[in-house]
């Protein structure tokens, strides 16, 4: 072995004086021999060095600031594994009382001890919990009908988030897509119903949509859908796909309904990760009684005092966020998580009206009903200008902001929109630092002689003058 001085003790070594930092980084080999902790943290470190600060970072959804004592507590839990429950039983209890909480916040009826759901990596995998269930529920009533459970298919928008692209590839279950119109970027009721046949297993709804923050109407749905259940005499469910709106809805609009109140929604999913405000990977799924989730899918363990129900598609995980799902249910109680949506809308709202204000801009909706919302350049300005969203996404990069730009899901692909998504540690006064950073990049960008290459490259897209900006005012506000 050459890299063996480590025994004559070179941790002496400081650590960009060592031979490391003069080589590349292992590619494709374990390196023969070890080197010091210092050097190897700084390597890995200086390997992962941020090119966005996370709270810059208006891109995601997913919790980038937690306060002191939750992320001593989870840094404390980190090499706990929940699935050990011989051997942190008090870990499958507390993970049992945060269902309990969540299953309340969505009006569960469920009148046992503890509710009936899961803890999850993140919604994509509550998603697939509560995709498989109704699944299996599908095939029992059928296959007690005598009927073909070869074709199973589910409804849900084109605006729907990736993993349920997933779930229809891996399980070989038909997604079916209601479109999206300009005007109607929200789940339609009615259409989804024609797309419903024997073999429909769920509707998935979605309560802040990823692509425009908005929510599809649930009670509506659950209304049509109680209906063509009566009429078919089928039995199709609803399962929510409320990954961020499952935290957001019970504190900002309480006296909604679009959880277990309404008759045919059985599950829930969503990330305890996003406005659950805890740090990834976390998801939880509800469903509305134990009756709900199959058999199949429940592995019980009775050796702890309680009746511990586990479901999920991972075996080993981490516990630390379970630990941190607890803590700020009893830091911020019913009222603080309410303060913090409450300032988290009044932001979104704030940057809402002052991107309203912008000659380039038009809001998508006006509506901001979940902390984020989408804008395009109006179609006037963009008949005339020589630069595109993407090109301000660049320049807003180089102050450290990740604001993305993209285009609108399948049948409004032709929209290029830019969003933001404001989450706990955004404040006001870095909304305000972030307007001004947009405002000197746009004065650049109106300087342009010439188009720049992504206009160019949009303009062979889609001409001009032929085009499909023909919408001229921003979706009005619901009655
Ligand atoms: C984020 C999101 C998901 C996936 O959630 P993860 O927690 O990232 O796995 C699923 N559905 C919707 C609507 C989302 O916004």
């Given at each position: 072995?050459?890299?063996?001085?480590?025994?004559?003790?070179?941790?002496q070594?400081?650590?960009?004086?060592?031979?490391?930092?003069?080589?590349?980084?292992?590619?494709?080999?374990?390196?023969?021999?070890?080197?010091?902790?210092?050097?190897?943290?700084?390597?890995?470190?200086?390997?992962?060095?941020?090119?966005?600060?996370?709270?810059?970072?208006?891109?995601?959804?997913?919790?980038?600031?937690?306060?002191?004592?939750?992320?001593?507590?989870?840094?404390?839990?980190?090499?706990?594994?929940?699935?050990?429950?011989?051997?942190?039983?008090?870990?499958?209890?507390?993970?049992?009382?945060?269902?309990?909480i969540?299953?309340?916040?969505?009006?569960?009826?469920?009148?046992?001890?503890?509710?009936?759901?899961?803890?999850?990596?993140?919604?994509?995998?509550?998603c697939?919990?509560?995709?498989?269930?109704?699944?299996?529920?599908?095939?029992?009533?059928?296959?007690?009908?005598?009927?073909?459970?070869?074709?199973?298919?589910?409804?849900?928008?084109?605006?729907?988030?990736?993993?349920?692209?997933?779930?229809?590839?891996?399980?070989?279950?038909?997604?079916?897509?209601?479109?999206?119109?300009?005007d109607?970027?929200?789940?339609?009721?009615?259409?989804?119903?024609?797309?419903?046949?024997?073999?429909?297993?769920?509707?998935?709804?979605?309560?802040?949509?990823?692509?425009?923050?908005?929510?599809?109407?649930?009670?509506?749905?659950?209304?049509?859908l109680?209906?063509?259940?009566?009429?078919?005499?089928?039995?199709?469910?609803?399962?929510?796909?409320?990954?961020?709106?499952?935290?957001?809805?019970?504190f900002?609009?309480?006296?909604?309904?679009?959880?277990?109140?309404?008759?045919?929604?059985?599950?829930?999913?969503?990330?305890?990760?996003?406005?659950?405000?805890?740090?990834?990977?976390?998801?939880?799924?509800?469903?509305k009684?134990?009756?709900?989730?199959?058999?199949?899918?429940?592995?019980?363990?009775?050796?702890?005092?309680?009746?511990?129900?586990?479901?999920?598609?991972?075996?080993?995980?981490?516990?630390?966020?379970?630990?941190?799902?607890?803590?700020?249910?009893?830091?911020?109680?019913?009222?603080?998580?309410?303060?913090?949506?409450?300032?988290?809308?009044?932001?979104?709202?704030?940057?809402?009206?002052?991107?309203?204000?912008?000659?380039?801009?038009?809001?998508?909706?006006?509506?901001?009903?979940?902390?984020?919302?989408?804008?395009?350049?109006?179609?006037?300005?963009?008949?005339?200008?020589?630069?595109?969203?993407?090109?301000?996404?660049?320049?807003?990069?180089?102050?450290?902001?990740?604001?993305p730009?993209?285009?609108?899901?399948?049948?409004?692909?032709?929209?290029?929109?830019?969003?933001?998504?404001?989450?706990?540690?955004?404040?006001?006064?870095?909304?305000?630092?972030?307007?001004?950073?947009?405002?000197?990049?746009?004065?650049?960008?109106?300087?342009?002689?010439?188009?720049?290459?992504?206009?160019?490259a949009?303009?062979?897209?889609?001409?001009?003058?032929?085009?499909?900006?023909?919408?001229?005012?921003?979706?009005k506000?619901?009655?």
């Amino acid at each position: 072995m050459k890299d063996s001085k480590f025994r004559k003790g070179d941790a002496q070594t400081a650590v960009y004086s060592s031979d490391e930092m003069l080589r590349p980084s292992p590619v494709d080999r374990i390196p023969d021999g070890p080197t010091t902790p210092q050097i190897a943290y700084q390597m890995v470190k200086d390997e992962t060095y941020a090119q966005t600060e996370p709270r810059l970072n208006l891109a995601t959804f997913v919790t980038t600031y937690m306060d002191e004592y939750a992320t001593k507590l989870m840094n404390e839990a980190i090499n706990i594994n929940y699935i050990d429950e011989t051997e942190y039983p008090r870990i499958a209890v507390m993970n049992a009382k945060c269902i309990n909480i969540i299953a309340n916040l969505w009006n569960t009826p469920e009148q046992a001890k503890y509710k009936c759901g899961a803890l999850a990596i993140g919604s994509s995998e509550a998603c697939m919990l509560g995709g498989v269930a109704a699944w299996l529920r599908w095939k029992k009533r059928r296959q007690e009908q005598n009927k073909p459970t070869d074709k199973p298919n589910f409804v849900i928008s084109a605006g729907f988030q990736v993993v349920w692209e997933k779930f229809a590839q891996l399980w070989q279950i038909e997604m079916r897509q209601v479109p999206l119109t300009i005007d109607k970027t929200t789940l339609d009721p009615e259409e989804a119903l024609k797309m419903c046949d024997e073999n429909t297993i769920c509707i998935v709804p979605i309560q802040g949509v990823t692509w425009t923050g908005l929510n599809d109407d649930v009670q509506e749905l659950d209304k049509a859908l109680d209906d063509f259940n009566k009429h078919s005499g089928l039995e199709i469910p609803i399962h929510v796909d409320a990954a961020s709106g499952g935290f957001i809805l019970p504190f900002i609009q309480p006296d909604l309904k679009w959880d277990f109140r309404l008759k045919w929604v059985l599950s829930i999913s969503t990330s305890g990760h996003k406005f659950g405000l805890v740090y990834p990977g976390l998801g939880w799924i509800v469903w509305k009684d134990a009756k709900y989730l199959p058999k199949e899918m429940n592995f019980s363990v009775n050796y702890l005092g309680a009746d511990i129900t586990q479901v999920g598609l991972n075996f080993s995980r981490p516990a630390a966020q379970i630990l941190g799902q607890y803590y700020q249910f009893i830091r911020l109680g019913f009222e603080g998580y309410r303060e913090i949506q409450k300032n988290s809308m009044q932001i979104t709202q704030y940057l809402h009206d002052q991107i309203a204000k912008m000659k380039p801009f038009i809001n998508y909706s006006e509506d901001v009903v979940n902390p984020l919302f989408i804008w395009y350049m109006k179609p006037a300005y963009n008949k005339t200008a020589k630069w595109t969203l993407y090109d301000l996404q660049d320049k807003l990069k180089q102050n450290g902001w990740m604001v993305p730009a993209y285009t609108l899901p399948e049948n409004i692909e032709s929209y290029v929109v830019m969003r933001i998504v404001v989450r706990q540690g955004f404040s006001r006064d870095m909304a305000d630092m972030l307007l001004n950073d947009m405002k000197s990049a746009i004065a650049d960008l109106e300087k342009l002689t010439y188009p720049t290459p992504t206009r160019v490259a949009m303009e062979k897209k889609t001409p001009v003058d032929s085009h499909v900006f023909d919408h001229t005012g921003s979706r009005k506000k619901k009655k």
